[in-house]
């Protein structure tokens, strides 16, 4: 190379970048400098089943709340990590959130137990935290920043009493995963039903990673309950439901918390899901502000219908759009001030908050598997099909 | 009656248990490594079975026929390709293999959450029982286990009468022996590895009977697998037999009187003891 070529070279390069470095700078100026919210939830790891629907209700919202303009103006950015269903590795991402990627706002990660980590993080940095994850109340004591947007695990079950009641059962049977939000449901439940002068016949705890259900429910057996509930996850609600048929423990009623609404549960049992009683958070059959929009939004970016954990993180999305628009800025003080007091119309249902950040608003809905098909049965006056009872 | 009936389930998850663990056995016996990517192979070949019943429709059982030959042939080439690079011998050798199928298991795991999602996923086949007076059977246990002493009775007859089965013992027992005598033992260990890709996939079509899986549990049935062949005596295959009876015994027995929380924590509670007390396994002096 000769030195006027070099010298050519160089000349154009620098010419290049010049060229390029105003280009950046004009198209920075032409688009403001976007809102970055962030997230944690659990794509790999014991949750991540569900986790994988919690987080296309954040994605699904940003991406139509862009195509709308954005927010004060500015686009969207949505971050989200895998927590890898640890709390400690969600507890990590969150102070990265914060500390390295500097965004505005953050919201809740899924499951109780991480969000009870999480939310230490949240307090510590003076962060307003959206959690439409976080069903157990337990996780908003002592909390000034944090703000449940989900049903409290108390009003799940509740009306599985109410029905016992109303149709004479007199005993009941509590299998009871030993996490934060599926103890909280038990316990909520144990305590309406014995209200309403139901036995509680046998009740037992168990670990989230049991498989082997078969000396639980033999000793259940004995006691022959009218009601039999358990409170779980996908797995142990098709373990146990696999289990009482094998043992031809014949309830009047059989409900679970989490994991009948999902279609993994009747795609495991067939006709054994059929009777089945299970409760859920949302229905794309409620009528609900922007329930409509929702359900077809969702099937033009996913396919199929959302789960109700799809709806929950949307929701949380609606709350923050209108939060935002109604305090004019993402002062996290002047936001924490409009969510403590404001009530928000959301696709499950109305967002409102006690005194310490603590779900009021939205209720729980139970739904059964009739024939095959999942429909929403209680309370009577928003079901799709009335209850089918005895089971079997 | 109750004891008759804890002891009937004891059995049936014991029988698959040691379905689960057989093929962990076989390649612990000649290559002296745990392939920590056998529980990884289990949860694939269920899922890849929930599949073929979903899209399908095919019998589970039938499925064994369909994944057991492509574990073997996937086996055999991820031994000829990957693992039978690492040159050390020894102590070292055992390592690095360690090291290598523990990458690996976090390999299939990603790739198996990709291709499968990662929901808990189960096929409604063999869900009753069998009713024999107030005694009732499990379905699906009692075909796992019947196919796991099926397999074990199999893998006894040729490990002892066959010839190809004679140099497997031979090369686990010396590998400078059985080269002297002109075994060809990396075509040995090939063959071990395919074979206990196989068996892993025979139990992960059953298993996805039993129980609904799902990507992430990959490393529980290779823990769960591992204490059911550290019972029986590493490598020693009536000893896994017994090993599995011995735990799907102890967690039904411990589950109806002690509670689940204690049933879960016995598989590692009775490994513990059994490595302190006994670290050569439950039988003594055992040929291998």
Redesign the interface.
């Known amino acids: 190379m000769t030195r006027r070529t070099r010298v050519a070279v160089l000349v154009g390069t620098l010419l290049v970048l010049t060229v390029a470095s105003a280009t950046a700078a004009r198209s920075e100026r032409r688009s403001p400098k976007p809102i970055r919210i962030g997230a944690s939830i659990s794509?790999?790891?014991?949750y991540?089943?569900v986790?994988?629907y919690a987080v296309r209700g954040y994605r699904l919202y940003v991406d139509l709340l862009n195509a709308r303009g954005g927010l004060l103006g500015r686009p969207v950015q949505l971050i989200v990590y895998d927590d890898q269903?640890s709390p400690a590795t969600a507890v990590r991402l969150y102070s990265r959130l914060i500390s390295e990627d500097h965004v505005d706002v953050i919201l809740g990660p899924y499951s109780s137990a991480i969000t009870q980590a999480v939310a230490a993080v949240a307090e510590k940095n003076r962060r307003v935290m959206i959690d439409p994850f976080a069903a157990a109340s337990v996780v908003f004591t002592d909390t000034k920043w944090n703000f449940q947007a989900i049903t409290a695990s108390e009003r799940y079950l509740a009306s599985v009493a109410d029905i016992s009641k109303l149709r004479g059962y007199k005993t009941m049977a509590l299998f009871v995963n030993?996490t934060p939000s599926t103890s909280a449901i038990a316990a909520a439940l144990k305590a309406r039903a014995q209200a309403f002068g139901l036995k509680i016949v046998y009740e037992?705890?168990?670990?989230n990673?049991?498989?082997?259900f078969?000396?639980?429910v033999?000793?259940a057996k004995a006691t022959h309950p009218d009601v039999v509930v358990g409170t779980t996850y996908?797995?142990d609600s098709?373990?146990l439901t696999?289990e009482l048929?094998?043992?031809?423990v014949r309830p009047k009623l059989l409900a679970f918390s989490i994991g009948v609404v999902?279609p993994?549960y009747e795609?495991?049992?067939?006709?054994?899901a059929n009777g089945v009683i299970g409760n859920t958070l949302w229905w794309p059959s409620l009528r609900r502000e922007g329930n409509a929009a929702f359900v077809a939004a969702y099937k033009a970016k996913y396919g199929g219908t959302p789960t109700y954990q799809v709806a929950t993180g949307y929701a949380a999305m609606q709350v923050l759009e209108q939060a935002v628009a109604k305090t004019g800025s993402l002062d996290q003080t002047k936001l924490r001030d409009t969510i403590a007091a404001m009530r928000a119309n959301t696709v499950t249902g109305s967002f409102r908050l006690d005194a310490g950040g603590r779900q009021v608003g939205y209720k729980s809905y139970l739904m059964q598997w009739q024939g095959g098909k999942a429909r929403l049965v209680w309370p009577p006056k928003v079901a799709e099909a009335p209850l089918e009872l005895p089971y079997r | 009656m109750?004891l008759v009936?804890?002891a009937i389930?004891g059995l049936l998850?014991g029988g698959l248990y040691l379905l689960m663990a057989q093929g962990l056995n076989l390649v612990f016996g000649v290559m002296k490594i745990v392939n920590f990517a056998h529980g990884v192979f289990i949860v694939v070949a269920g899922l890849v079975v929930y599949r073929l019943y979903?899209a399908y429709g095919i019998n589970p059982l039938v499925a064994v026929a369909i994944v057991a030959p492509a574990f073997f042939v996937v086996g055999a080439l991820l031994q000829r390709v990957l693992i039978e690079r690492i040159t050390a011998v020894g102590t070292e050798g055992e390592l690095l293999s360690l090291m290598l199928t523990y990458g690996l298991s976090y390999i299939f795991?990603?790739v198996a959450?990709r291709v499968f999602?990662?929901?808990?996923?189960?096929?409604?086949y063999l869900?009753?029982?069998l009713?024999i007076a107030s005694l009732?059977i499990?379905?699906s246990l009692l075909v796992a286990s019947t196919l796991a002493a099926l397999l074990a009775a199999a893998l006894y007859v040729w490990l002892t009468h066959m010839p190809s089965g004679k140099q497997i013992r031979a090369t686990s027992q010396s590998r400078i022996g059985a080269i002297s005598c002109g075994i060809d033992t990396r075509r040995m260990r090939m063959l071990a590895f395919a074979l206990g890709s196989s068996l892993a996939a025979a139990a992960g079509a059953l298993l996805v009977v039993v129980?609904?899986v799902?990507p992430?549990d990959g490393s529980?049935f290779t823990v769960l697998s591992f204490v059911v062949v550290a019972l029986g005596g590493l490598g020693n295959y009536a000893g896994a037999a017994i090993g599995a009876v011995l735990l799907g015994s102890a967690?039904?027995y411990?589950?109806?009187y002690l509670?689940?929380?204690v049933?879960?924590v016995l598989p590692f509670v009775i490994m513990l003891g059994i490595m302190l007390l006994r670290p050569q396994g439950l039988q003594p002096g055992a040929a291998r």
């Open positions: 794509q790999t790891g014991v991540a089943g986790g994988q269903s030993n037992q705890k168990y670990p990673d049991a498989s082997d078969s000396s639980m033999l000793a996908v797995p098709v373990g696999r048929n094998r043992q031809a999902e993994e795609k495991a049992l067939g006709p054994l | 109750i009936q804890l389930n998850l979903e795991i990603n959450t999602g990662a929901k808990y996923l189960s096929l409604p869900q009753s029982s009713k009732t499990n379905e129980q609904p799902a992430q529980d967690q039904s411990g589950g109806y509670g689940p929380n049933e879960n």
